[in-house]
């Protein structure tokens, strides 16, 4: 045999497939993107909007135009993938430009992107080469095909992967070889078992049923589930799926209405239907849903055992868009809430993960670690008196339903007040009533939640993590209902500053009630002082001009201490709710040197013990914080191929976070500490370290002595995994396997777009 023929047959055998027999995209193709291209393409915040999540999103192309846009003066078109275009034309009408298509001599696009990667290799678990913007902030060029050569020139380190350890000779050429056969694209839509489609039915003969009633309880239910990925039979299949409005009824193929917000006019018959989720689920959009028989019977029994009463269906109009309690009044308020309460981490996801994938609008507003309680529904007077509720719901309209650039201050005036009307009425409606351990919710393991914030992202776990925060929330309807339809219902991603000013405005005045709901738990007399410590220096401004005063007369009845009273209500709330604590934590909150989990195996229980030295302190004292970025992963092996992962958390330390601007002249990095908790705690990691079980305590002693960038570079070298180093996605979408692992359910690829260079 020649060489030549060898080598044919080396690649037949090496690589599965033939030179000239053609590729298959779901076989051969989607794989590659899914591990090495998703991690940055997909969702809105996609570089050049190129989704490499399912073959759609690849035929769709790229856009020079950005989603994310903090500036713009008038809001964009929407190019929602898989509802605002369907197919190719249909995209090139609205200026995508393919990435496949070769034309006037020239190899398609990402032919050459990947080309032009291959050809300038990273070194080996090295430092970027000075100057390469990875940031989110950065500019995309976006070059269409006839600007490649000036891109090139101008970007010699900008091919794809970007600025990451690149692919495999096999995928390398996989992929070029696919591109020259045409780019053909042969995806299988998600079928529904057999057990899902009889539930799909079930639930849209519920949703789709005759009477007023029934219109408006599947209108309320779909604003409250439109973002969910909803599954059936405990997520076993792995299909997930989604709520839309359709012009087809139950039976057809469904042709969903494209409407800018779940509560905009669909201006059309219509039908609610239940479709699969298509391409690659990824962890930062998956914000899931179960649904199931006895929870379709849960959904009967709250809305319709009841005789409530409507006369007339509401619009569509700007007011009712601003006013969900004015919208819905008609349906008992116990029965809304009761459902968010039942799912209550679900609908904080929705509006701390979502629906935007890259949130600092909003999320700036948030300190970076707090706990959240709920109201519970028996002592909820929006729920129990029908006076009081009469009078507070005209006040709880909210703002961005109109975004004129001249109108912003006049826009936040006025719904300021609005909501600060509400708070008097209902501080004097509550003084009253003293606040009673039986008015904290707690039926299930929903009712206590963490809140991490990494600058502009965050993440949402059940239970108490982490050391006892500077700030609590307590949330009864009318705030988890405001912040519901504020920043998921009502926020337009691809809206203009004034819409997102509007937006960020009032979640400022929202989470400001919520904390201070929270200080009624606690003694009169320490309202004011911690209120005091949450609202530092430029805070006290604000306090002043823009907020209502807290009640510091109304006595609490929970009989907590004085001194430390956050402190001892914090732990009271531990102890009395252990059994609906999801997320026990002796690391964070070290009992008697007990500082790991009884069922972790011996050589975690050493590893945790000595991770649990990097908590409870502050920069100051361990200077090494300084140098952390704010989501580590560390990955731990121990015992025959097996392996823990932790997230190693940054909680930033702010003044105040009550303004809009200016978040890094209120920040205080001294104050800065750090939560080390197992399992994969944000969607976007900045960074990996890889280590043995036995190097855990090394690894913790070389933290802490670290006291300057050389002393930190020497840990980065001997166990980081930098964006260049040779075996960086296999350490990468190990992540990824690890949440398929333990929690299926809630398993998705990982953003690599926050990746810093260490």
């Given at each position: 045999m020649s060489c030549r023929g060898l080598l044919a047959v080396l690649m037949v055998s090496v690589w599965g497939v033939a030179w000239g027999e053609p590729l298959s995209y779901q076989r051969d193709i989607q794989p590659i993107f899914t591990a090495k291209c998703v991690a940055c393409h997909a969702c809105y915040d996609s570089p050049c909007q190129l989704n490499l999540g399912s073959g759609e999103g690849a035929l769709r192309g790229a856009n020079k135009l950005p989603v994310y846009d903090g500036t713009r003066t008038e809001a964009q078109p929407t190019t929602r993938l898989y509802l605002d275009a369907h197919g190719e034309a249909a995209w090139r009408r609205k200026e995508?430009?393919?990435?496949?298509?070769?034309?006037?001599?020239?190899?398609?696009?990402?032919?050459?992107?990947?080309?032009?990667?291959?050809?300038?290799?990273?070194?080996?678990?090295?430092?970027?080469?000075?100057?390469?913007?990875?940031?989110?902030?950065?500019?995309?060029?976006?070059?269409?095909?006839?600007?490649?050569?000036?891109?090139?020139?101008?970007?010699?380190?900008?091919?794809?992967?970007?600025?990451?350890?690149?692919?495999?000779?096999?995928?390398?050429?996989?992929?070029?070889?696919?591109?020259?056969?045409?780019?053909?694209?042969?995806?299988?839509?998600?079928?529904?078992?057999?057990?899902?489609?009889?539930?799909?039915?079930?639930?849209?003969?519920?949703?789709?049923?005759?009477?007023?009633?029934?219109?408006?309880?599947?209108?309320?239910?779909?604003?409250?589930?439109?973002?969910?990925?909803l599954y059936f039979d405990e997520g076993r299949t792995g299909h997930f799926f989604q709520l839309v409005r359709s012009r087809t009824p139950t039976g057809q193929p469904v042709d969903p209405i494209a409407t800018r917000a779940p509560n905009h006019d669909p201006g059309t018959a219509f039908f609610y239907r239940i479709r699969p989720i298509e391409g690659v689920i990824v962890h930062k959009t998956h914000i899931t849903y179960?649904?199931?028989?006895a929870r379709l019977e849960r959904v009967r029994s709250l809305f319709f055992s009841s005789d409530w009463r409507l006369d007339t269906l509401p619009g569509y109009g700007t007011q009712r868009r601003a006013n969900p309690f004015e919208t819905f009044e008609a349906i008992p308020a116990q029965a809304r809430y009761q459902f968010m309460l039942d799912n209550a981490e679900y609908f904080v996801r929705t509006?701390?993960?979502?629906?935007?994938?890259?949130?600092?609008?909003?999320?700036?507003?948030?300190?970076?670690?707090?706990?959240?309680?709920?109201?519970?529904?028996?002592?909820?007077?929006?729920?129990?008196?029908?006076?009081?509720?009469?009078?507070?719901?005209?006040?709880?309209?909210?703002?961005?339903q109109a975004d004129?650039?001249?109108?912003?201050?006049?826009?936040?005036?006025?719904?300021?007040?609005?909501?600060?009307?509400?708070e008097q009425l209902r501080s004097q409606a509550y003084a009253e009533t003293p606040a009673e351990w039986a008015d904290i919710w707690s039926e299930n393991d929903n009712a206590l939640l963490t809140v991490f914030r990494q600058h502009?992202?965050?993440?949402?776990?059940?239970?108490?993590?982490?050391?006892?925060?500077?700030?609590?929330?307590?949330?009864?309807?009318?705030?988890?209902?405001?912040?519901?339809?504020q920043l998921?219902?009502?926020?337009?991603?691809?809206?203009?500053?004034?819409?997102?000013?509007?937006?960020?405005?009032?979640?400022?005045?929202?989470?400001?009630?919520?904390?201070?709901?929270?200080?009624?738990?606690?003694?009169?007399?320490?309202?004011?002082?911690?209120?005091?410590?949450?609202?530092e220096k430029s805070g006290q401004l604000k306090l002043w001009w823009a907020y209502t005063d807290v009640d510091t007369t109304t006595p609490s009845a929970l009989g907590v201490e004085q001194n430390d009273s956050k402190g001892a209500f914090a732990e009271q709330l531990i102890e009395r709710h252990a059994a609906i604590n999801a997320s026990p934590d002796r690391i964070n909150r070290c009992l008697n040197g007990h500082c790991y989990r009884d069922a972790a195996p011996a050589p975690l229980q050493l590893a945790e013990q000595a991770l649990s030295r990097l908590t409870n302190r502050i920069a100051a004292s361990l200077p090494v914080i300084d140098r952390?970025?704010?989501?580590?992963?560390?990955?731990?092996?121990?015992?025959?191929?097996?392996?823990?992962?932790?997230?190693?958390?940054r909680n930033r330390a702010h003044t105040n976070v009550a303004f809009m601007f200016g978040e890094q002249r209120r920040y205080q990095p001294r104050r800065d500490t750090l939560t080390v908790y197992p399992g994969v705690l944000s969607s976007y990691p900045n960074f990996m370290f890889s280590l043995s079980a036995d190097e855990v305590p090394a690894f913790v002693g070389a933290l802490e002595r670290a006291q300057d960038q050389a002393a930190f570079d020497r840990v980065v070298e001997r166990w980081g995994i930098r964006r260049s180093h040779p075996d960086f996605w296999r350490h990468f979408n190990d992540l990824g396997a690890y949440l398929s692992e333990t929690d299926p359910v809630e398993a998705g690829v990982l953003d690599m777009n926050r990746y810093q260079n260490l």
């Open positions: 995508f430009h393919s990435v496949l298509d070769a034309g006037a001599g020239q190899a398609a696009l990402m032919s050459r992107m990947l080309e032009l990667g291959r050809s300038q290799p990273l070194a080996a678990n090295r430092k970027l080469p000075e100057g390469l913007d990875i940031g989110l902030d950065r500019v995309n060029r976006c070059p269409l095909p006839s600007e490649f050569e000036t891109y090139a020139r101008d970007n010699e380190h900008a091919g794809m992967p970007f600025a990451v350890a690149g692919l495999d000779e096999r995928e390398y050429t996989t992929l070029q070889r696919w591109i020259e056969q045409g780019a053909r694209v042969d995806e299988r839509p998600v079928r529904p078992s057999v057990g899902e489609a009889a539930q799909i039915a079930q639930w849209e003969q519920m949703l789709n049923a005759s009477g007023m009633r029934q219109a408006l309880v599947s209108r309320w239910l779909y604003e409250h589930l439109f973002i969910a990925h179960p649904l199931s028989q509006f701390i993960r979502g629906p935007v994938c890259r949130g600092q609008i909003a999320t700036d507003v948030i300190r970076d670690n707090f706990w959240v309680l709920f109201q519970d529904p028996r002592h909820d007077l929006y729920l129990t008196d029908a006076t009081y509720r009469a009078s507070a719901t005209p006040l709880l309209a909210m703002p961005g004129d650039m001249g109108e912003l201050l006049n826009f936040w005036n006025t719904y300021r007040e609005k909501r600060n009307r509400y502009d992202s965050a993440s949402v776990r059940k239970g108490l993590i982490g050391e006892i925060p500077q700030t609590l929330w307590w949330m009864d309807f009318p705030l988890l209902e405001r912040t519901y339809y998921v219902v009502n926020f337009d991603v691809y809206g203009n500053v004034s819409h997102q000013g509007q937006t960020r405005l009032y979640f400022d005045l929202i989470r400001n009630g919520a904390e201070v709901n929270f200080l009624r738990l606690l003694p009169a007399d320490a309202r004011q002082p911690i209120l005091n410590q949450w609202y952390l970025p704010e989501a580590t992963v560390l990955r731990v092996e121990y015992g025959q191929g097996q392996r823990e992962i932790y997230s190693l958390l």
